[in-house]
């Protein structure tokens, strides 16, 4: 089992003659009795290798019990062939038969909730690995664009005293007989650590007990997120466009195969490279709402999904929704000073119905104000006593946001819910495998 004697299937087909050596494991098989067609499936690819009995007279037995997902070792050569699945065929010279498999339990009749409980091997699907190679794609150029603008990468702490977010939403750990939360953001921290590094990223696990059972919403989710010294609300929307067409680019330059065994339409994501993002505030978004769309939405409510649905129905890119009701926001969103009813924050909406892609806003440094926020919410002060004291020395203008990886990554690969842009999701009534 010399390792240096075997190639992927992607490395065995860009030789395209000759002999080669591959391992994997069978993701289709058919055949008589006299000839076997198995289609041999690795990370990288998959490649139909035919078997002749006239070959293997006495592995004939056991080759003809192979089923899907059995591991195999082939030797053959291999050859252009466009009948093949993939446009290439090995003519099998020797067979290894590593682990063998009986019934495997995915089939194309199971629904979601059977592929849930199965999802320990759904994850093997082309589909799966397709998602999860453009996940890693995702997650490489987001670090990689902010290394790009000086950023240093910070990591905090998951096991938190209060949150930042809404309380109802905390998970409560019981931690050596005291009540902690896990983490909702980094932000807290982030921005204490802000005043050291002055531009930091970080990407990390996030908690929300959010009984929510839509297409959009996780327990147990990723958080990529930013924080930045001396930047105003706009100069953040300029990251957070730059960096989302960044990511795109990168998608779309090493994973256009991955969009093709998804079936995704690589040229819906062609508009937010070419074009710069709108930018309206929330007065704008309501008003386009009741003159387009015919919807009617009372001053001061956040935006729901179906009323963000139909905004971006107008739209081929992400969309900056801006200056939403200070009274509707998180404590630490400032109030404009020009229009105190409206905070200096954003949301990218995303295109074709996938809504709040990121949220970010500058900060208060304001510690009474912000109290006065936590106070009306009914969070215990104590709980953000060290979050007070950062911004008692030496206070600057500084702003940050959250991008949710999983939300960008269903509306690049074009899914139906975010559950599938997570290796093992977990949800309100998910929680295992």
């Known amino acids: 089992m010399n390792k240096e004697n075997f190639v992927s299937i992607a490395e065995a087909m860009k030789q395209g003659s000759g002999e080669v050596a591959i391992r994997g494991w069978v993701y289709r098989e058919r055949g008589s009795n006299q000839m076997k067609f198995i289609v041999l499936r690795d990370s990288s690819d998959i490649i139909q290798c035919v078997f002749d009995k006239a070959k293997f007279e006495k592995q004939w037995e056991d080759i003809d019990k192979l089923q899907i997902e059995a591991s195999l070792m082939v030797w053959g050569e291999i050859k252009e062939d466009k009948r093949a699945p993939t446009g290439y065929e090995i003519s099998a010279d020797k067979i290894q038969i590593v682990g063998l498999s009986d019934s495997f339990p995915i089939n194309k009749d199971l629904n979601e909730e059977l592929l849930g409980d199965r999802r320990h091997l759904w994850i093997r699907?082309?589909?799966?690995?397709?998602?999860?190679?453009?996940?890693?794609?995702?997650?490489?150029?987001?670090?990689?664009?902010?290394?790009?603008?000086?950023?240093?990468?910070?990591?905090?702490?998951?096991?938190?005293?209060?949150?930042?977010?809404?309380?109802?939403?905390?998970?409560e750990v019981d931690y050596f007989g005291k009540k902690m939360y896990l983490s909702q953001t980094w932000q807290l921290y982030a921005e204490a650590a802000m005043y050291g590094l002055e531009r930091i990223y970080g990407i990390g696990p996030t908690f929300r007990a959010e009984k929510s059972k839509t297409s959009r919403h996780l327990t147990e989710f990723w958080m990529a997120e930013m924080e930045i010294a001396w930047c105003d609300l706009n100069g953040l929307?300029?990251?957070?466009?730059?960096?989302?067409?960044?990511?795109?680019?990168?998608?779309?330059?090493?994973?256009?195969?991955?969009?093709?065994?998804?079936?995704?339409?690589?040229?819906?994501?062609?508009?937010?490279?070419?074009?710069?993002?709108?930018?309206?505030?929330?007065?704008?978004?309501?008003?386009?709402?009741?003159?387009?769309?015919?919807?009617?939405?009372?001053?001061?409510?956040?935006?729901?999904?179906?009323?963000?649905?139909?905004?971006?129905?107008?739209?081929?890119?992400?969309?900056?929704?801006?200056?939403?009701?200070?009274?509707?926001?998180a404590f630490y969103k400032p109030a404009d000073p020009k229009n105190p009813k409206v905070a200096l924050c954003f949301d990218m909406l995303g295109p074709e119905a996938n809504g709040e892609l990121i949220g970010g806003s500058q900060r208060d440094t304001n510690v009474e104000e912000m109290k006065k926020a936590l106070k009306d919410k009914g969070e215990n002060l104590k709980d953000y006593?060290?979050?007070?004291?950062?911004?008692?020395?030496?206070?600057?203008p500084h702003a940050g946001f959250g991008l949710g990886p999983e939300r960008l990554i269903k509306w690049i690969c074009g899914l139906s819910t975010v559950k599938d842009a997570i290796g093992f999701p977990r949800t309100m009534t998910r929680t295992s495998p």
């Open 237 to 329: 929307i300029d990251y957070a466009e730059g960096m989302t067409k960044y990511i795109v680019k990168k998608v779309l330059e090493n994973n256009i195969k991955e969009l093709d065994i998804l079936e995704r339409d690589a040229s819906k994501l062609m508009p937010t490279l070419e074009k710069k993002f709108p930018r309206i505030t929330y007065d704008e978004a309501l008003k386009i709402l009741k003159d387009k769309k015919k919807i009617k939405i009372d001053w001061g409510k956040d935006l729901r999904t179906i009323e963000e649905e139909k905004l971006m129905e107008i739209y081929d890119t992400p969309v900056f929704v801006t200056h939403y009701p200070k009274d509707a926001m």
């Open 385 to 396: 006593e060290y979050y007070f004291d950062i911004n008692k020395y030496g206070a600057i």
């Open 125 to 171: 699907s082309r589909k799966m690995t397709a998602i999860l190679k453009i996940r890693s794609t995702v997650l490489n150029a987001f670090r990689d664009y902010f290394r790009e603008q000086g950023f240093t990468e910070f990591q905090s702490p998951i096991i938190i005293p209060g949150g930042a977010e809404e309380g109802p939403t905390l998970f």
